[in-house]
């Protein structure tokens, strides 16, 4: 089984920084893709940024360039999601995801319990 595990949310003011951390474990062969999403109260979730395989190639939703890093650590599996100069409409549940390939070879898109990031004075 694979698990993702999310870790870093909570309270911050407007203009504040946090750091999002998301680890993966479990039968992990290779992981292709990994992303994170977020999804605020009565909204669709939606992407916040992606990152390729070998962390060269990143892509971030338009309101979130600029303020926004994402970066992996592939021999830890994990994924990140730097957050500066953070807004009242950057709060939601974020979720992280990654395409992972298991040791039976199967390849599925996984998706962690998400955590609450809340911007407010």
């Known amino acids: 089984q694979v698990q993702l595990v999310e870790s870093g949310g909570g309270l911050v003011q407007p203009g504040g920084s946090l750091r999002l951390s998301c680890a993966a474990s479990g039968s992990i062969f290779s992981i292709n893709g990994m992303g994170w999403y977020r999804q605020a109260p009565g909204k669709e979730r939606e992407l916040v940024a992606t990152v390729t395989s070998g962390g060269r190639s990143t892509n971030y939703a338009d309101s979130v360039k600029g303020r926004f890093t994402i970066s992996r650590d592939n021999a830890k599996n994990t994924v990140h999601l730097q957050m500066n100069s953070l807004r009242p409409e950057d709060t939601a549940v974020y979720y992280c995801?990654?395409?992972?390939?298991?040791?039976?070879?199967?390849?599925?898109?996984?998706w962690g319990q998400g955590t609450q990031v809340t911007v407010s004075s």
């Open positions: 995801t990654a395409t992972i390939r298991d040791w039976y070879g199967y390849v599925n898109d996984y």
